[in-house]
T-cell receptor, first 111, second 117 residues
Framework: AQSVSQHNHHVILSEAASLELGCNYSYGGTVNLFWYVQYPGQHLQLLLKYFSEDPLVKGIKGFEAEFIKSKFSFNLRKPSVQWSDTAEYFCAVMGDNKLIFGAGTRLAVHP | GAVVSQHPSWVICKSGTSVKIECRSLDFQATTMFWYRQFPKQSLMLMATSNEGSKATYEQGVEKDKFLINHASLTLSTLTVTSAHPEDSSFYIC?????????????FGQGTRLTVV
Protein backbone atom coordinates (compact mmCIF):
# COMPACT_ATOMS: atom_id res chain seq x y z
CA ALA A 1 0.00 0.00 0.00
CA GLN A 2 1.14 3.51 -0.69
CA SER A 3 1.86 6.17 1.91
CA VAL A 4 2.69 9.86 1.80
CA SER A 5 4.87 11.83 4.18
CA GLN A 6 4.96 15.61 4.42
CA HIS A 7 7.88 16.79 6.47
CA ASN A 8 6.77 20.24 7.51
CA HIS A 9 3.59 20.59 9.50
CA HIS A 10 3.76 24.35 9.90
CA VAL A 11 5.69 26.86 7.84
CA ILE A 12 5.79 30.60 8.45
CA LEU A 13 7.22 32.91 5.80
CA SER A 14 7.34 36.57 4.95
CA GLU A 15 5.98 37.81 1.65
CA ALA A 16 8.41 37.42 -1.26
CA ALA A 17 10.25 34.55 0.45
CA SER A 18 10.76 31.34 -1.47
CA LEU A 19 8.81 28.24 -0.55
CA GLU A 20 9.61 24.56 -0.69
CA LEU A 21 7.37 21.97 0.90
CA GLY A 22 8.61 18.43 1.12
CA CYS A 23 6.67 15.35 0.10
CA ASN A 24 7.91 11.78 0.00
CA TYR A 25 5.89 8.77 -0.96
CA SER A 26 6.27 5.04 -0.83
CA TYR A 27 4.80 2.83 -3.50
CA GLY A 28 6.29 0.15 -5.67
CA GLY A 29 4.41 0.78 -8.88
CA THR A 30 3.59 3.61 -11.23
CA VAL A 31 2.09 6.56 -9.40
CA ASN A 32 0.27 9.73 -10.17
CA LEU A 33 1.17 12.55 -7.80
CA PHE A 34 -0.78 15.63 -6.82
CA TRP A 35 -0.59 18.75 -4.74
CA TYR A 36 -3.84 20.22 -3.44
CA VAL A 37 -4.45 23.47 -1.60
CA GLN A 38 -7.19 24.23 0.90
CA TYR A 39 -7.72 27.90 1.68
CA PRO A 40 -9.31 28.75 5.04
CA GLY A 41 -12.96 27.77 4.99
CA GLN A 42 -12.80 26.47 1.44
CA HIS A 43 -12.63 23.15 -0.32
CA LEU A 44 -9.73 21.36 -1.90
CA GLN A 45 -8.31 22.74 -5.12
CA LEU A 46 -5.86 21.01 -7.39
CA LEU A 47 -2.58 22.93 -7.69
CA LEU A 48 -0.75 20.57 -10.01
CA LYS A 49 -0.37 16.95 -10.99
CA TYR A 50 2.33 14.59 -12.24
CA PHE A 51 1.39 11.94 -14.77
CA SER A 52 4.70 10.44 -15.91
CA GLU A 53 5.72 13.21 -18.25
CA ASP A 54 8.22 16.00 -17.61
CA PRO A 55 9.36 15.60 -13.99
CA LEU A 56 9.14 19.36 -13.48
CA VAL A 57 5.46 20.18 -13.33
CA LYS A 58 4.04 23.68 -13.43
CA GLY A 59 0.72 24.39 -11.79
CA ILE A 60 -1.55 27.29 -11.08
CA LYS A 61 -0.66 30.47 -9.16
CA GLY A 62 3.06 30.16 -9.86
CA PHE A 63 3.55 26.83 -8.11
CA GLU A 64 5.69 24.04 -9.47
CA ALA A 65 6.82 20.63 -8.27
CA GLU A 66 9.64 18.33 -9.19
CA PHE A 67 9.30 14.57 -9.28
CA ILE A 68 12.57 12.85 -8.34
CA LYS A 69 12.01 9.15 -8.78
CA SER A 70 15.24 8.08 -7.09
CA LYS A 71 14.25 9.97 -3.95
CA PHE A 72 10.54 9.14 -4.10
CA SER A 73 9.95 12.84 -3.70
CA PHE A 74 7.56 15.38 -5.16
CA ASN A 75 8.41 18.70 -3.49
CA LEU A 76 6.30 21.80 -4.07
CA ARG A 77 7.99 25.12 -4.77
CA LYS A 78 7.17 28.74 -5.36
CA PRO A 79 9.89 31.38 -5.86
CA SER A 80 8.04 34.23 -4.16
CA VAL A 81 5.04 33.71 -1.88
CA GLN A 82 2.22 36.14 -1.30
CA TRP A 83 -0.02 36.70 1.68
CA SER A 84 -2.83 35.09 -0.31
CA ASP A 85 -0.90 31.81 -0.37
CA THR A 86 -1.76 31.30 3.29
CA ALA A 87 -3.48 27.91 3.25
CA GLU A 88 -3.00 24.24 3.93
CA TYR A 89 -1.20 22.19 1.31
CA PHE A 90 -1.67 18.47 0.79
CA CYS A 91 0.45 16.09 -1.21
CA ALA A 92 -1.38 13.03 -2.53
CA VAL A 93 -0.47 9.87 -4.38
CA MET A 94 -2.71 7.76 -6.57
CA GLY A 95 -1.70 4.11 -6.77
CA ASP A 96 -3.50 0.78 -6.53
CA ASN A 97 -6.66 2.69 -7.42
CA LYS A 98 -6.51 4.65 -4.16
CA LEU A 99 -5.82 8.33 -3.56
CA ILE A 100 -3.95 8.78 -0.30
CA PHE A 101 -3.16 12.16 1.28
CA GLY A 102 -0.27 13.35 3.36
CA ALA A 103 -0.88 14.99 6.72
CA GLY A 104 -0.74 18.46 5.22
CA THR A 105 1.43 21.53 5.72
CA ARG A 106 -0.06 24.69 7.11
CA LEU A 107 1.54 27.73 5.50
CA ALA A 108 1.23 31.19 7.00
CA VAL A 109 2.57 34.13 5.00
CA HIS A 110 3.06 37.41 6.81
CA PRO A 111 2.90 40.75 4.97
CA GLY B 1 -12.45 19.50 -15.44
CA ALA B 2 -14.99 16.91 -14.51
CA VAL B 3 -17.66 17.73 -11.93
CA VAL B 4 -18.54 15.83 -8.80
CA SER B 5 -21.58 16.95 -6.86
CA GLN B 6 -22.11 16.10 -3.21
CA HIS B 7 -25.34 16.57 -1.33
CA PRO B 8 -26.19 17.84 1.20
CA SER B 9 -23.53 20.46 1.91
CA TRP B 10 -24.36 20.41 5.57
CA VAL B 11 -26.67 18.48 7.84
CA ILE B 12 -27.55 18.54 11.51
CA CYS B 13 -29.10 15.43 12.97
CA LYS B 14 -30.05 14.03 16.34
CA SER B 15 -28.05 11.33 18.03
CA GLY B 16 -29.26 7.88 17.03
CA THR B 17 -30.60 8.85 13.62
CA SER B 18 -29.11 7.99 10.24
CA VAL B 19 -27.88 10.38 7.61
CA LYS B 20 -27.38 9.71 3.91
CA ILE B 21 -24.85 11.62 1.82
CA GLU B 22 -24.92 11.43 -1.97
CA CYS B 23 -22.03 11.77 -4.37
CA ARG B 24 -22.65 12.11 -8.10
CA SER B 25 -20.31 12.35 -11.04
CA LEU B 26 -22.12 14.73 -13.37
CA ASP B 27 -20.28 14.43 -16.65
CA PHE B 28 -18.38 11.17 -16.49
CA GLN B 29 -18.87 7.62 -15.31
CA ALA B 30 -17.14 6.55 -12.14
CA THR B 31 -16.77 2.85 -11.42
CA THR B 32 -14.93 3.81 -8.26
CA MET B 33 -15.51 6.57 -5.73
CA PHE B 34 -13.57 7.45 -2.60
CA TRP B 35 -15.04 8.57 0.70
CA TYR B 36 -12.91 10.67 3.04
CA ARG B 37 -13.33 12.15 6.46
CA GLN B 38 -11.60 15.34 7.51
CA PHE B 39 -11.42 16.48 11.11
CA PRO B 40 -10.76 20.17 11.81
CA LYS B 41 -7.21 21.15 10.92
CA GLN B 42 -6.36 17.62 9.85
CA SER B 43 -5.81 15.78 6.62
CA LEU B 44 -8.25 13.75 4.60
CA MET B 45 -8.46 10.21 5.86
CA LEU B 46 -9.62 7.64 3.35
CA MET B 47 -12.54 5.74 4.82
CA ALA B 48 -13.53 3.47 1.97
CA THR B 49 -13.57 2.92 -1.75
CA SER B 50 -16.96 2.26 -3.28
CA ASN B 51 -17.15 0.05 -6.33
CA GLU B 52 -20.05 0.05 -8.74
CA GLY B 53 -21.88 -3.26 -8.60
CA SER B 54 -19.86 -4.75 -5.78
CA LYS B 55 -19.06 -4.28 -2.11
CA ALA B 56 -17.10 -1.31 -0.88
CA THR B 57 -13.54 -1.70 0.33
CA TYR B 58 -13.11 -0.25 3.81
CA GLU B 59 -9.87 1.03 5.30
CA GLN B 60 -8.61 -0.45 8.51
CA GLY B 61 -10.47 0.81 11.55
CA VAL B 62 -13.57 1.97 9.67
CA GLU B 63 -16.77 0.27 10.82
CA LYS B 64 -18.60 -1.23 7.87
CA ASP B 65 -21.90 -1.45 9.69
CA LYS B 66 -21.76 2.16 10.77
CA PHE B 67 -20.73 3.69 7.46
CA LEU B 68 -22.83 1.99 4.82
CA ILE B 69 -21.73 2.58 1.27
CA ASN B 70 -23.75 1.85 -1.82
CA HIS B 71 -22.58 2.43 -5.38
CA ALA B 72 -25.84 1.93 -7.20
CA SER B 73 -24.86 3.23 -10.62
CA LEU B 74 -21.90 4.53 -12.58
CA THR B 75 -22.67 8.07 -11.45
CA LEU B 76 -23.91 7.70 -7.87
CA SER B 77 -22.42 6.56 -4.60
CA THR B 78 -24.03 7.06 -1.20
CA LEU B 79 -22.61 7.04 2.32
CA THR B 80 -25.06 6.44 5.16
CA VAL B 81 -23.92 7.19 8.67
CA THR B 82 -26.08 4.91 10.78
CA SER B 83 -27.05 5.58 14.39
CA ALA B 84 -25.01 8.75 14.35
CA HIS B 85 -23.30 9.98 17.51
CA PRO B 86 -21.63 13.30 18.28
CA GLU B 87 -18.19 11.77 17.62
CA ASP B 88 -19.30 11.17 14.01
CA SER B 89 -19.50 14.92 13.51
CA SER B 90 -17.00 15.72 10.81
CA PHE B 91 -16.50 16.87 7.25
CA TYR B 92 -17.13 14.08 4.75
CA ILE B 93 -15.78 14.39 1.23
CA CYS B 94 -16.28 12.18 -1.78
CA UNK B 95 -14.02 11.92 -4.77
CA UNK B 96 -14.37 10.22 -8.11
CA UNK B 97 -11.40 9.36 -10.32
CA UNK B 98 -11.91 10.00 -13.99
CA UNK B 99 -10.35 6.99 -15.61
CA UNK B 100 -11.27 7.83 -19.16
CA UNK B 101 -7.69 8.42 -20.17
CA UNK B 102 -4.38 6.74 -19.43
CA UNK B 103 -3.88 9.00 -16.45
CA UNK B 104 -6.27 9.12 -13.55
CA UNK B 105 -7.20 12.31 -11.79
CA UNK B 106 -9.64 12.49 -8.92
CA UNK B 107 -12.30 15.17 -8.73
CA PHE B 108 -13.81 16.19 -5.42
CA GLY B 109 -17.26 16.97 -4.21
CA GLN B 110 -17.77 20.09 -2.16
CA GLY B 111 -18.03 18.10 1.05
CA THR B 112 -20.72 17.55 3.66
CA ARG B 113 -20.41 18.97 7.12
CA LEU B 114 -22.22 16.64 9.52
CA THR B 115 -23.10 17.79 13.01
CA VAL B 116 -24.68 15.30 15.36
CA VAL B 117 -26.37 16.82 18.39
Amino acid sequence: AQSVSQHNHHVILSEAASLELGCNYSYGGTVNLFWYVQYPGQHLQLLLKYFSEDPLVKGIKGFEAEFIKSKFSFNLRKPSVQWSDTAEYFCAVMGDNKLIFGAGTRLAVHP
Amino acid sequence: GAVVSQHPSWVICKSGTSVKIECRSLDFQATTMFWYRQFPKQSLMLMATSNEGSKATYEQGVEKDKFLINHASLTLSTLTVTSAHPEDSSFYICSAPNQGSLNTEAFFGQGTRLTVV
